[in-house]
C-alpha cells in the first residue's frame, strides 16, 4: 500500500507540473512528424523505422520525466522526511518507478492511433511487428526509467541527473558497434549489452526470451542501484 501511495502522489505531482505537458506534446509531434516522413517516402505500410528512431526521441524524453523524480526531493529536502518515515527505500524507488512507467505507458499510448490508420487504409497490414514492437519499446521504456531513476538517486541537481541517465543510455547504445569494430569475443559481449540491438528484435516480430531476460535484468539492476545510493543517504 505503501508503494502505492507514492506512485498515486507521483503521478499527480507529474500532472500538476508543465513539465510532463511539454515532454508529452514535444514527443508526439517529432513522432507525428516521423511517422508522416518515413510514410510518404518509403510509401510501405510498416511503423518499424517510425518505432526505432522513436525510441531515440524516448532516450531524451525518459530522462526529462524521470531527472526530478529523487533530485527534487534532495533539493527541497523532503528526502529526509520520507528516509525517516516508516517507508523503506525500497518502497520509496518501486512507487516512483511504477508512476513513471504509467506515464510512459500513457505516452506511447497514445501513438497507437498511428497503426490504426495505417490498418484502415492497408487491408493487409501486419498487426504482428506492431504487437511485438509495442511490447519492445515498453520494456525499452522500462530500462530508461530505471537509469533516469538512478541518476535521479545521485544528484539533487535535475540536470545533472538527466545528463547523467543520458549518457548512461547512450553507452548503453554504443555498445551495439562493438560487434563490428572489434570482431571478437570480447566486442561479442559488448554487443549483447546493446539495449537497442536488443530491442531491434521486437521491431522484426521476434519476441526473444533472451531479450526479454535481459531488460527484466537490466532494469532490476539500475532500480537495486538506486535503491542502495538511497539506503546510502539515509545512513548519512
Known sequence: MKVLAIMKKELQSYFYSPVAYIVFAAFLLIVGYLFWVILVSSKVATL??????????????????????ISEEKK?????????????????ILGKYLASLILYIILFALTFLYPV?????SPEFDWGPVGSGYLGILFLGSAFISVGLFASTVSENQIVSAMLSIGILILFWMFGFAKSVLENSF????GNLSIFERYADFLQGIIDSGNIVFFVIFTIVWLFLATRVLESDRWR
Open 48 to 69: 518499424g523505422p517510425m518505432l526505432y528512431n522513436a525510441a531515440f526521441v524516448l532516450l531524451i524524453a525518459s530522462p526529462v520525466l524521470t531527472m526530478r523524480l
Open 187 to 190: 566486442g561479442e559481449i559488448l
Open 76 to 92: 527541497n529536502k523532503t528526502i529526509e522526511l520520507l528516509l525517516t518515515s516508516p517507508i523503506s527505500p525500497t518502497e520509496i
Open 117 to 121: 490508420i495505417i490498418s484502415h487504409y
